[in-house]
C-alpha cells in the first residue's frame, strides 16, 4: 500500500486547507485511513482517523469543529478539511493506513510521505 500526501503550504491564521491522502493502483475503501502530524522537536501525535465503516474518532479537543475527514473511493482518496487554521497546526501531516480503527499509531502499517502545513502571518 502506497500513500501520497498532498495539499500542504503556508496558510495565514484563520486560513484553510485541504489535505489529500490518495493511493496508487488501488482503493482505499476497505482500510482505516489517519491523520497525524508532527511538529518540529515533539512527538507525531494522530489528528483525526476514518473507518472503513465511515466512523470518525477525533484523537485531541484541539482539532474539534476546526477539522474534518472525508474520503471519496471513486479517486482513492482520503481528505482532511483544515479550516480556523492557528500557529499551533504548524507541522508535517501524515496520512496513514490499517486494516484496524483507532488512533493508536502504532496500528497503521502504511505512511505516507508527508506534507508540511505552516500557519503564519
Known amino acids: 500500500v502506497q500513500l501520497q500526501a498532498s495539499g500542504g503550504g503556508l496558510v495565514q491564521p484563520g486560513g484553510s486547507l485541504r489535505l489529500s491522502c490518495t493511493r496508487s493502483?488501488?482503493?482505499?475503501?476497505?482500510?482505516?485511513v489517519g491523520w497525524f502530524r508532527q511538529a518540529a522537536g515533539k512527538e507525531r501525535e494522530g489528528v483525526l482517523c476514518?473507518?472503513?465503516?465511515?466512523?470518525?474518532?477525533y484523537t485531541g479537543d484541539s482539532v474539534k469543529d476546526r477539522f474534518t475527514i472525508s474520503r471519496d473511493d471513486d479517486k482513492s482518496a482520503v481528505y482532511l478539511q483544515m479550516n480556523s487554521l492557528k500557529p499551533e497546526d504548524t507541522a508535517v501531516y501524515y496520512c496513514?493506513?490499517?486494516?484496524?480503527?483507532?488512533?493508536?499509531?502504532?496500528?497503521?502499517?502504511?505512511w505516507g510521505q508527508g506534507t508540511e502545513v505552516t500557519v503564519s502571518s
Open positions: 496513514a493506513a490499517s486494516y484496524l480503527y483507532g488512533s493508536n499509531p502504532t496500528f497503521y502499517a502504511y
Open positions: 493502483g488501488s482503493t482505499l475503501s476497505h482500510l482505516a
Open positions: 476514518l473507518s472503513s465503516r465511515g466512523f470518525v474518532k
